[in-house]
């Protein structure tokens, strides 16, 4: 009788330790992936980047002999069915920490397991799990550097090796076509714009990873908070998606640090970051909706609205947050920084809820991902847990001469007015939808608001939030 290891955000084979356990049954095993709620649910470019991981993962599954098995949910009806089909003993999976991943969870573990099966979840999508990370005082951390403290001392387990050869068993279930599931339709043209940009699957993302150890971490902490310098790791589209584990990073990041690199200990607080959101998620499972800070619910913010438009389009006007967002349109990812800018303009100078620009974000990322997602908007629009204060308003022209000194990101990303503009500004006209009616020839647009009234609008508007008590 075979196992069952359920993917969902985790295509990998090596530190899975839910594939781990699956072997270790000594049974035969059966990679599963199940097209559920959560999967239609995904932004355009997020589910047509895991459209992208399965089918590597399925190739990397096939050189060892093994398969890739997609069926349609809900989850649990899915995988009762494929059990049954199989004869199938055991199922294994690595937990996630959302509400829904948490609620659609235990119900197929309560259905599995009254259907007979030996029922397993694992941690494996983060290295320390929220639950078991808690402060003195017991309870959930709600500021970054004690729970930086709390953990980096811990000791990480070695990542599990991936397997050589496949544990197959004598027959296989039927699977759906990956092709037939048209996970890039909502992306239409767009889709080949992206296409050059991802770096998909795991030996993809462990080359990744060797390049930025090797060249790029030593200098990262100079030069991270600059968009125009290939100075970051770029991993966070594989993290999202579980083509690289947490445990591979952190011991790769200990390693250099053991050797004197200056930007490993940066890094590595990088990585935890990724943690404090999924830790801040789990314990605040409505932080991607509402306002962490309950006083906010009093706050005047905008619904979306036409500023709102022409900021998704990069039509701002104002060059550093357009090229932010253009950059994320033709390649699925934006540098952290130019998310902090674009994120407060659209939040102060716009005055606008920042769950609009949380849902653009979502639709847009190939490494999207709900808990870092949530907790950027929120610690830019001062609501969140450890968040800047509201009054503290970037000013995107004066992070763009502190961060784009050149004007090399600006001029990267934005054609109008360039007598030749370079390949990643002329994309971008051909990734987004014929209807926006955008032309690389066109003026640049006039500032939607100038930058002291925005910045005086957005102050006068956060007077009128009633204080904490
Ligand atoms: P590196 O600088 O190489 O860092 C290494 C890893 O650390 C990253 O891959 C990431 O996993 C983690 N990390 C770094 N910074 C952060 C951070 N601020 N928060 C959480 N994890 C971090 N990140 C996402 O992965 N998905 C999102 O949907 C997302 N939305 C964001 C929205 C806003 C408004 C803001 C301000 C930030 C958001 N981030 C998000 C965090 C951050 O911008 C990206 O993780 C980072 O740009 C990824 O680039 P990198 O992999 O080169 O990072």
Known sequence: ????????????????????????????????????????????????????????????????????????????????????????????????????????????????????????????????????????????????????????????????????????????????RLADWAMGAAMRRGAEVLARHAVVGEAAARDRLAAFITHRIDGYRALRDFPAEPATSGLSENLAWGEIGPRTIWHAGQAALAQGARGAEHFLKELVWREFAWHLLYHFPDMDHQNWRPEWDEFDWKPDNDAAEAWRRGLTGEPFVDAAMRQMYVTGTMHNRARMIAASYL???????????????????????????AMGWQWVAGCGPDAAPYFRIFNPATQATKFDPHGRYRRAWIAEGQPAPPDTARAYFDAVPRAWNLSPDRPYPRPLVALDEGRRRALAAYEHLPRKK
């Open 1 to 176: 009788a075979p196992a069952l290891w359920w993917l969902r955000r985790d295509l990998r084979l090596a530190e899975n330790p839910a594939l781990a356990a699956a072997r270790a049954s000594g049974r035969p095993v059966i990679a599963v992936f199940v097209h559920d709620e959560s999967v239609a649910a995904l932004g355009a470019a997020a589910k047509w980047r895991l459209g992208q991981g399965l089918e590597v993962l399925a190739q990397a599954l096939a050189a060892r002999g093994g398969r890739l098995i997609l069926r349609r949910g809900p989850a649990g009806a899915a995988l009762a069915a494929l059990a049954a089909e199989t004869g199938a003993a055991e199922l294994h999976w690595n937990r996630l920490y959302d509400r829904a991943s948490r609620a659609r969870d235990s119900a197929v573990k309560a259905e599995l397991r009254a259907a007979g099966l030996r029922v397993e979840s694992h941690a494996g999508h983060v290295i320390f799990e929220p639950m078991s990370v808690e402060t003195g005082q017991g309870g959930p951390y709600r500021v970054y550097s004690p729970f930086w403290r709390a953990v980096k001392d811990r000791p990480v387990a070695a990542p599990e090796p991936a397997p050589a050869h496949w544990p197959a068993p004598e027959a296989w279930p039927v699977s759906d």
């Open 347 to 373: 939040t102060k100078h716009l005055l606008t809820d920042w769950r609009v620009g949380l849902a653009w974000f979502a639709d847009c990322l190939t490494d999207w991902d709900p808990a870092a997602n």
